[in-house]
């Protein structure tokens, strides 16, 4: 299992069909981009699809705060980053960021992530094997700094 702290995705491409109509990447795609940049690591920590045929069981999504910083264009690479924050028996809390090939941060994200038996579907813990791998990332991350961005709160500050 890939170990690097943090994790980084390989190079993606921003896809034509994901431009809005000011001419950039429209806001859903940073999503996009950094689930794509989960589902690698994922696959090193057993989760791909595979595991959902043999287990019945998956992971879902339960919250995702994203921070956009900079505009991302046709022909843009970016990879993206994960930093396993922490975890349990059911559920992952992690940070991302999106990294421009030209060495700019594009955009942070920091989410939940729950383990899902489809039979419910419900929160259920993780098989033994693949909560293991799961602490070994853990393991390998926690001597990373928290980052800055983790922990905002959003809202309209009120002047006093």
């Known amino acids: ?3 690097d702290a943090p994790f980084t995705s390989t190079w993606m491409d921003i896809d ?3 431009l809005d109509y000011n001419g950039h990447l429209n806001m859903a795609f940073y999503n996009v981009l950094f689930d794509r940049g989960v589902d690698q690591i994922w696959l090193e920590m057993g989760f791909g699809p595979d595991y959902r045929e043999r287990t019945g069981n998956t ?3 339960a919250e995702f705060h994203l921070c956009y910083l900079r505009e991302l264009h046709l022909g843009d690479k970016v990879r993206a980053t994960f ?3 922490d975890f349990d028996e059911k559920r992952l809390h992690f ?3 999106l990294w421009h090939e030209d060495g700019w941060l594009s955009a942070t994200g920091e989410g939940i992530g729950l383990h899902i ?3 419910g579907p419900r929160v259920a813990p993780m098989p033994n094997d693949i909560y293991d791998n799961v602490s070994a990332l853990h393991k390998a991350h926690s001597v990373l700094p928290k980052p800055d961005r983790v922990g905002r ?3 309209i500050p009120k002047k006093a």
């Open 153 to 155: 709160v959003m809202g």
């Open 59 to 61: 992971t879902f999504s």
């Open 95 to 97: 940070y991302q960021e």
């Open 1 to 3: 299992m890939n170990l």
């Open 16 to 18: 034509k069909q994901w």
């Open 117 to 119: 038996d489809q039979s």
């Open 83 to 85: 930093h396993l924050l």
